[in-house]
């Protein structure tokens, strides 16, 4: 039966990585050959590190400004007047 073990480290300096198996490994590898596959991550996942400055200023951008703070106080109130009835 073949095993599998999933384990997810740093790349290095020099594009070098470092793989340590947990001590409760069952059988005894060393001096074999293992299989090792990599799943590079997506570009477009990687994170960019955006400033909380330009995550709002996007929030901010993207929201509808249809209504007027009174217009929504007022709604508000008509939704809890409801409430009571």
Do not use: C, Y
């Amino acid at each position: 039966m073949q095993s599998a073990l999933r384990i997810e480290t740093k790349v290095l300096p020099g594009n070098k990585i470092e793989i340590d198996l947990p001590p409760d490994i069952a059988f005894n590898t060393i001096g074999e050959i293992i299989e090792v596959i990599l799943l590079l991550p997506d570009k477009q996942t990687v994170s960019t590190e955006s400033s909380i400055m330009e995550i709002l200023a996007k929030i901010h951008s993207q929201r509808h400004s249809g209504r007027s703070v009174e217009e929504i106080n007022r709604d508000l109130q008509a939704e809890r007047d409801a409430w009571d009835s």
